[in-house]
């Protein structure tokens, strides 16, 4: 694999850059695997990365029906954060927190972790009993959160909305400062590059379109690109995770809605931070190029369409306008939406399934980006030892029987 | 006409609405205080019933979204269930008889005279007024006087009345609830300004 | 956005409606005797198709009736609407009709 | 030439009025233009190319074009502090009086930038150059991400709010017209005839689209002048009543059901005095249309070749706009670079407008067709087969060189190579219909070999794609489509239509373009920079460099050197993207694949987006028919969902926390006075209304007596506490039902869908009468003597009206519903009057109350008053997994009922676990010491590193003045088996002991609230 730095930039400088080889190889899928992974998101990299470098699994492949990186990983507005209420997700979104601080050395791949702090505004003082509990929870949790009041807030982010007479004015703010964003593209495309150098074959326009299921073990999946045969099958597909259930024969308590997202054209950056809103209802960033980077709520039916109503555009830079006033006059350069797949109790799923050598990890919702590198991590672990990590033990599918659920809502409301 | 109690006083009379007039008025707005209003559940596939209540004045329009103009005027609001609008005052005798007429059956007669307050809208713009916050075709060939629809103005729920108005135009009632009243009035007073407003008390 | 008529009303915009989920669930007939896992199907578990989705709407903002609309969740194209009660629709007996053309 | 101040205005001809003399700024210069100008054609008559840096290389840029799909000529528009707005096209800014505008993405200015050096060291800058760099070490990501971010951007938001109003309407009609261009305005006009509601938008001052650009002695429409052929069609449209035209109107987006988003823009144009402040600056049209005609016109592609950005060089058919549209040539001698035909024309104008064309560059050897043969005529020199290898000039074109292609176009035939000095290079790579809103609206997109373009294919709405944008050359067939599409649109809304002859216009066929996607030069492809994406700086290189690094897929590509994902998204370069991409694979365009077109079509303001929404109505501020007492009172408010609720009522000097004990204390000691308006009310009658309840509360409502209340707890199917409130029996099929004040309308929902779906056979109706009563709370040992005073009909003895009682009768001469309720352990009463009545009757209860000096107490207060009793609040001591047994609330869960909503997941093995989360008391050791609502309470008192174990939190913390000292109620595990134990809250800087109680801390018994 060829080093990524300075040096080697300037070096192919000289030569026009004519002679950087491929990133990550496109072969012909094997007609057998001992791990096929099914989803060539982050997730999905991710995971084939760390079975390939901390289980010794190299005979793995990534099936991705379309172009990796093509799914929510590329539509998402690439918010990180750690601040979750329970101790179990915690545990979870801090664990993959501490990978993104390596990420980039670790993957020789710059994906711009920029920790420029997570702001969620409280609005009264209901918002901030909540918003309390979190931190004082994740402080214990050894999170980093602090309280900013009223001015603290506005003097970390002078572009908010100060004006006390508004409907709703801002009250104080939690701040996670390791939180920030991160770039979506290279993060697919480092976790491919890395996991490709270690011997995984990354197959791209290769459609799942059934499993093979012999006396209830998993023995291989049917593809577009024909039968592949495979000791254990991960399956990471967000939005369709409920159709590859349904393959498998397998109810999931999940349900896919579109979630939509859009930028403004670049400008001058005067927003250096992360900023959410519950009551408001939505959130916003600049990104490196000057875009702003917003998002809000799911839209409240099942759609696979990546699509979504208008009505939740409007609100949203309602939203946004009465947060940043001075945004008013800057145009909406793109909209688009993803298709997330959401759990009741807005946590996701990551476990053995009844059949076995399947696994699934999916139910991520409106938060999955900020969870990549953990949930590969150790989904790769659930996946090469047949069972959980301690870490994602609690996500289990049997949680919804028992009702030991990890009722996120809270910190996962305003969707990211 | 019942005597009116002046100790009440209408959702709008916190507003003390001023008079204002512009010129050329595209917009005509005021409140309509204490109109008595009853709403009505019941199975009007009960003919009986269904004639009992034609003996008291209280005729249900025979087409969804419809009202039947009357002294007792009946507004379709579900397949089972209308809103009875009086004159002030005369909700009570409404209540009273009507609960009569249906004794035995099952049914629901609510007041809800203080639930709502109506808000009469009109003038040439109204309709565009009204357009800047309702989802409804209010085309006149589409929701001619003597319709009625429950939708949204603005961020508020609302039932929706056309009437024809003095000159033969149409003019629309807003029934809406009593604590969205005075957000909704600003809202129509604000966006009224481009075309000129008049409000008349 | 989506037009949706609602079977009393009429065609109306999206907004006036909100979606109550999946329809055509069975509550189990004696909750006390349902197993933990059975119930959990019914309390939690989706069919959350990638095609045909009959489910739930209500006209919250107009007549407040609940209804049944069968929609592809994939085109968001409106197949059927129709009252409680009915039996859920089925695809391949009834000709599809995009209510946004339909209109 | 004109010569004077604008010395490339021609003296006559174009659109825009003589009469009208504008003066206008750029970066400081004053220039004059002329109404109806557009800043960039205003800017051209005064000899200005230059006007932009670009994005990534800070290269000198021009204007390529005369529309919404400029790359280049981005300026800022300045008319004050509040109202900057960034990224504006020079192209589509009409001129005003004082229009102040300034170019971006410069420092200090346009003419000397010291982001320059990006061009120069632009071999270190390839595509995706940051994901290799800037990685060491990773501690200085967060520097290098600041200096990046410093270059980042182009247009500056402005640094105040918005003072402007913006609007929404909606609009539904039987036809809408995207674009007023021949093809649009025809199927508008025969839609029309037919008598059909049409909405008309386009994105210009005026209608007409292309031919605002036809010469005035350009191709007759059946024997008519171009321009008097539109004049009359606008005409009859004004006159027919179901037509709107919209101009200055942008179809920005198509969604599902053929819903569209217009954007107009009101005021944009004017200048600030003519513009009434109770206007809008812009509109945004909600519009449902029956049927949609598409007709949005193609805008051409320029050519890839070494230095094609330079200032100076101009896209032909812009050339062709300013000539005849805006009489303004754009040199003195200009060359004409083309694959196709439709460029000849702007050749044959700008000769005969006396401009010197001293060579039409054609890529096709053998170039053909009616107008090319016209430029022969005209003497014209033509370098055919011939392509640009090399441009001069760096701020103006000075010149080029021109090759020979081989015979297949990828190299250059040695020797055959000329120079041609100029000031002008304009240049024509064929066209792109606008497919945006076609693609938008799911059509499946169709790919046109021989054009090179992306068509319409099949529709999925009920559309019709007309013209250009359907790939139509020829101004006859645009007509004759659009006249087609009229009528058929109007059949299919059940209209009559007649359907015109198709025109007669008399203009030359056209041969098929050259494809050569890139073309050669420049030899090392280090010193080459051929643009294929102007506004991100991207070239051709950058996308075989992708491609060479295994970013194969169209969307990686893309992704990987941004092209495409700049303001312009893509509308000049895309076709070139794809079409470079698949010479470098080796494949065809189809195969490559073509990347969605997203809305908006182009940029649209945030504020037209959020319409009148932001500030004061945001979202409606409910309030009580009591309201203006407690404001004349004093009253701090609070947000409760969208109400306005007293707070609590400061007299001068108070605090909060004196306010609130003053209002505790006497609320117990003798009177208080609260306004409950806002509680959920939901009348539900019939003659299963008890079973009804029985189902949906857990507990037993059967026998429940008439003029009796019940407090009941709603829960979900997942046995969680949902919503809490007392409901009372008016008659045997009757019940009044209370809900919190914030689940009010959810509860209502939930009973419906319950009613409706699950149980129809139940007779029961519901309906919601939160707002017909108003609700006073009286509550103290002196509230009985008050009501004795003010009640007639009612006998307000302890055992005639007991606690847990309703009775009817009057107060104040009121008719009234009196509940002897109390959410405060205290004699209580709850008046319920019509709200018309509510001030009324409340004054009436203040005045006779002065004599126990009654005291209105707030929300703050009543939290204080039911926290010394222990009773929770739905939403505070529950957050959605708590159960009523969590609660310690077993009392209300009816052991006999064999279900109700909820019931089954009360006993999951989870849910029976002893060691969930229950609610308790905790006292602290200081009595003053008011602990944190939220705080996390753990066992140990030094708390170890963490993962620190929490066994739970503090739900709600206050100072009551009655127990005299602080209180708090708190969810601890297994905490009702820890009664007496001590745990700590923790704290960032400390622990604070605190001991659990039971979660009563003031007359446990009861005994006041019966008395």
């Known amino acids: ?416 | ?201 | 956005m989506m037009q949706i008529t609602c079977p009393w009303c009429g065609p109306r915009d999206q907004r006036e409606f909100r979606c109550g989920g999946e329809a055509h669930i069975k509550r189990p007939a004696d909750p006390a005797s349902t197993d933990e896992a059975a119930w959990a199907d019914y309390v939690f578990m989706r069919t959350n198709p990638k095609g045909t989705h009959r489910e739930l709407w209500n006209h919250v903002h107009g007549c407040r009736r609940w209804f049944n609309m069968a929609r592809d969740t994939v085109s968001d194209r409106i197949l059927a609407v129709y009252a409680i009660g009915e039996p859920p629709f089925d695809p391949d007996a009834a000709p599809a009709t995009s209510e946004g053309a339909a209109q | ?1011």
């Open chain 4, 1 to 1011: 030439m004109s010569g004077g101040n604008q010395p490339y205005r021609l003296a006559e001809g174009g659109r825009i009025d003589r009469s009208r003399a504008i003066a206008f700024t750029f970066d400081g210069t004053e220039y004059e233009g002329y109404a109806g100008d557009t800043l960039a054609s205003a800017l051209l008559a005064n000899g200005v190319h230059r006007v932009a840096r670009s994005f990534k290389y800070h290269r000198q840029r021009g204007i390529l074009t005369a529309g919404a799909e400029e790359p280049n000529a981005l300026v800022e528009v300045w008319r004050d502090r509040a109202r900057t707005e960034p990224n504006r096209r020079a192209t589509q800014q009409e001129l005003f009086d004082g229009l102040a505008t300034r170019s971006q993405n410069r420092f200090p200015s346009l003419g000397f930038d010291v982001g320059a050096w990006t061009d120069k060291l632009s071999p270190l800058f390839p595509a995706g150059f940051y994901y290799k760099t800037f990685k060491w070490p990773s501690s200085l990501w967060m520097t290098y991400e600041r200096v990046i971010r410093r270059a980042a951007g182009q247009g500056r938001a402005p640094s105040r709010p918005d003072p402007d109003r913006y609007e929404h309407a909606y609009a539904h009609c039987d036809l809408l017209v995207a674009g007023g261009g021949p093809a649009g305005l025809a199927a508008a006009l025969v839609a029309a005839r037919a008598g059909a509601r049409v909405i008309i938008a386009d994105e210009q001052a005026e209608p007409g689209g292309s031919l605002l650009s036809y010469p005035a002695d350009g191709p007759e429409i059946g024997g008519r002048p171009a321009a008097v052929w539109l004049a009359d069609v606008l005409t009859e449209l004004s006159t027919l009543p179901e037509v709107r035209v919209l101009p200055r109107t942008t179809v920005f987006g198509y969604y599902d059901h053929n819903f569209l988003g217009l954007v107009e823009r009101v005021t944009d144009h004017l200048a600030p005095p003519n513009i009434a402040a109770e206007l809008p600056r812009q509109r945004l049209w909600k519009v449902r249309a029956r049927q949609v005609v598409l007709a949005t016109g193609a805008v051409e592609r320029s050519l890839v070749f070494p230095d094609n950005d330079r200032p100076g060089i101009m896209l032909a058919s812009a050339a062709r706009t300013y000539l005849n549209r805006y009489a303004v040539t754009p040199g003195k001698r200009a060359v004409v670079f083309t694959n196709n035909d439709s460029a000849y024309r702007t050749a044959i104008g700008l000769a005969e407008a006396g401009v010197d064309v001293p060579a039409i560059i054609d890529l096709r050897p053998n170039p053909g067709g009616g107008l090319v043969d016209q430029a022969r005529q005209l003497g014209l020199p033509m370098l055919a087969g011939y392509s640009v290898s090399a441009v001069s000039g760096r701020s103006r074109v000075s010149g080029l060189q021109a090759v020979r292609l081989s015979a297949d176009g990828t190299g250059i035939m040695p020797g055959l190579r000329t120079e041609v000095t100029c000031d002008t290079l304009l240049i024509s790579g064929g066209w792109n219909p606008l497919v945006s809103l076609f693609s938008q609206s799911r059509g499946k997109l169709a790919f046109d070999a021989a054009a090179g373009a992306y068509v319409p294919g099949t529709s999925t709405q009920e559309e019709r794609s007309v013209g250009a944008c359907r790939g139509t050359v020829g101004l006859r067939d645009c007509i004759a489509e659009g006249y087609a599409a009229g009528a058929e649109a109007a059949e299919h809304l059940g209209l009559s239509a007649k359907r015109p002859p198709d025109p007669d216009i008399d203009e030359p066929a056209q041969t098929d373009p050259r494809l050569l996607w890139s073309l050669p030069g420049k030899g090392a492809s280090g010193r080459r920079r051929a643009f294929v994406d102007y506004q991100s700086d991207v070239m051709d290189k950058d996308l075989k460099l992708a491609l060479r690094e295994g970013y194969r897929s169209i969307e990686h590509v893309k992704r990987y050197t941004t092209a495409g994902m700049g303001v312009d998204q893509g509308k000049i370069g895309n076709m070139n993207v794809l079409g470079i991409v698949a010479d470098t694979v080796g494949a065809d365009i189809p195969s490559v694949g073509v990347t969605t077109f997203r809305q908006p079509y182009s940029g649209i303001a945030f504020g037209a987006v959020a319409g009148r929404a932001p500030g004061k109505f945001l979202s409606p501020v409910r309030t009580t028919p009591m309201h203006e007492w407690h404001a004349a009172h004093g009253a701090v408010f609070e947000n409760v969902g969208q109400w306005k609720r007293a707070w609590y009522y400061p007299r001068k000097g108070e605090t909060m926390r004196n306010a609130v004990n003053r209002e505790v204390a006497a609320a117990r000691a003798s009177l208080g006075i609260m306004d409950a308006s806002t509680l959920g009310k939901i009348d539900v009658r019939g003659p299963d209304a008890a079973e009804f309840l029985n189902r949906v509360y857990t507990n037993a409502w059967i026998k429940l007596g008439i003029g009796r209340c019940r407090y009941g707890l709603m829960l979900g199917e997942d046995g969680m506490v949902m919503d809490d409130g007392v409901t009372t029996r008016l008659a045997d099929d009757h019940f009044h039902m209370t809900t919190t004040t914030g689940g009010a309308a959810a509860v209502m929902s939930w009973l419906e869908l319950w009613l409706q779906t699950e149980w129809p056979d139940l007779k029961v109706y519901l309906t919601s009468t939160t707002e017909q009563w108003a609700v006073i709370g009286l509550c103290g040992p002196n509230s009985r003597r008050v009501m004795e005073e003010l009640t007639e009909g009612i006998d307000l003895s302890a055992e005639a009206f007991p606690h847990m009682a309703m009775r009817e009768g009057r107060v104040a001469d009121i008719p009234a519903r009196v509940f002897r309720i109390s959410f405060t352990g205290e004699l209580s009463y709850e008046v319920n009057v019509p709200a018309a009545y509510g001030q009324a009757a409340w004054e009436a209860i203040w005045n006779a109350g002065r004599p126990f000096d009654i005291t209105a107490y707030g929300t703050e207060a009543m939290h204080v008053l039911r926290a010394e009793k222990g009773f929770v609040i739905v939403g505070q001591e529950t957050d959605g997994t708590i159960t009523p047994i969590d609660l310690g609330m077993d009392w209300i869960v009816s052991k006999k009922k064999p279900d109700f909503i909820g019931r089954r997941s009360l006993f999951r093995s989870d849910t029976v676990r002893e060691d969930r989360k229950q609610l308790v008391g905790l006292l602290t050791e200081d009595q003053n010491e008011v602990l944190e609502e939220g705080a996390q309470i753990i066992d140990e008192e030094a708390p170890p590193a963490p993962p620190v174990p929490m066994i739970g939190h503090v739900t709600s913390s206050y100072y009551s003045p009655n127990v005299g000292r602080s209180i708090a109620l708190a969810l601890v595990k297994r905490g009702r088996a820890r009664e007496g134990e001590r745990v700590y809250v923790s704290m960032p800087d400390r622990t604070i002991p605190v001991t659990i109680t039971r979660p009563v801390f003031y007359d446990p018994e009861g005994a006041r609230q019966n008395g």
């Open chain 2, 1 to 201: 006409m019942v005597e009116m109690d002046a100790r009440r006083r209408s959702a709008l009379a916190p507003l003390k609405l001023a008079p204002a007039t512009a010129d050329p008025a595209g917009v005509r707005l005021s409140e309509l205080a204490h109109l008595g209003k009853v709403n009505l559940r019941f199975d009007s596939a009960d003919q009986d019933a269904v004639a009992a209540l034609e003996a008291l004045g209280i005729q249900l329009p025979g087409e969804v979204n419809g009202v039947v103009a009357a002294d007792r005027r009946v507004l379709w609001l579900g397949p089972d269930e209308w809103l009875i609008v009086t004159a002030p005052g005369e909700e009570g005798a409404v209540l009273q008889q009507a609960s009569q007429a249906l004794a035995g059956r099952h049914h629901a007669l609510t007041d809800l005279t203080d639930n709502y307050t109506t808000i009469r809208v009109a003038g040439p713009s109204a309709e565009a007024l009204l357009a800047k916050g309702c989802p409804l075709d209010l085309h006149g060939s589409v929701f001619p006087a003597g319709r009625v629809a429950q939708s949204l103005i603005g961020a508020v729920d609302m039932i929706l009345e056309c009437l024809v108005d003095g000159a033969g135009g149409r003019m629309f009632l807003i029934f809406v609830r009593r604590s969205f009243a005075q957000y909704t009035w600003d809202w129509l007073a604000d966006g009224a300004l481009e075309f000129g407003l008049t409000i008349e008390v």
């Open chain 1, 1 to 416: 694999m060829p080093k990524y730095s300075i040096f080697t930039l300037a070096r192919n400088a000289l030569t026009g850059h004519e002679r950087w080889t491929e990133a990550w190889r496109s072969p012909p899928p094997k007609d057998h695997y001992d791990v096929v992974i099914v989803g060539g998101g982050g997730h999905g990299l991710a995971t084939a990365y760390y079975l390939a470098k901390e289980h010794g699994v190299r005979n793995v492949a990534v099936l991705e029906k379309g172009w990796i990186g093509g799914g929510n990983t590329g539509r998402n507005t690439t918010i990180v954060r750690s601040n979750y209420l329970y101790d179990e997700s915690g545990a979870l979104y801090e664990h993959s927190l501490k990978l993104w601080e390596g990420l980039t050395r670790e993957l020789n791949f710059n994906v711009m972790f920029s920790q420029r702090g997570v702001m969620n505004l409280a609005h009264d003082h209901h918002e901030a009993r909540d918003l309390k509990r979190r931190i004082h929870a994740n402080r214990l949790n050894g999170i980093d959160a602090e309280w900013l009041d009223r001015d603290a807030v506005l003097k970390f982010c002078p572009v908010l909305n100060g004006d006390p007479n508004i409907r709703y004015p801002v009250y104080g703010a939690t701040l996670q400062r390791r939180g920030g964003t991160a770039r979506h593209d290279a993060v697919a495309w480092g976790y491919a590059r890395g996991a490709d150098a270690l011997g995984v074959d990354i197959i791209q326009n290769c459609e799942v379109t059934g499993f093979d299921i012999d006396r209830g073990r998993i023995a291989g999946v049917q593809t577009s690109r024909g039968a592949i045969k495979a000791r254990k099958v991960g399956v990471v597909v967000a939005g369709n995770a409920g159709v590859l259930a349904k393959m498998a024969g397998l109810r999931l308590p999940i349900e896919t809605h579109p979630l939509q997202a859009l930028v403004s054209e670049p400008l001058k950056p005067v927003m250096h931070t992360v900023v959410m809103s519950n009551a408001v209802h939505a959130y916003c960033s600049q990104s490196d190029k000057g875009e702003l980077v917003i998002g809000a709520g799911a839209d409240l039916y099942v759609s696979y369409a990546q699509r979504g109503g208008f009505d939740v555009i409007e609100e949203t830079l309602t939203a946004i306008v009465e947060m940043f006033p001075i945004f008013s006059r800057v145009n909406m350069m793109r909209q688009w939406a993803g298709i997330v797949d959401i759990c009741p109790d807005a946590s996701p799923i990551i476990a053995k399934m009844p059949v076995a050598g399947l696994y699934f990890n999916c139910g991520w919702g409106t938060g999955g980006f900020k969870a990549t590198p953990g949930s590969g991590h150790v989904f790769a672990h659930t996946i090469a030892n047949d069972q959980p990590h301690p870490i994602n033990a609690p996500f289990t599918l049997e949680r919804f029987a028992s009702g030991a659920l990890v009722a996120e809502h809270g910190a996962a409301a305003v969707a990211h």
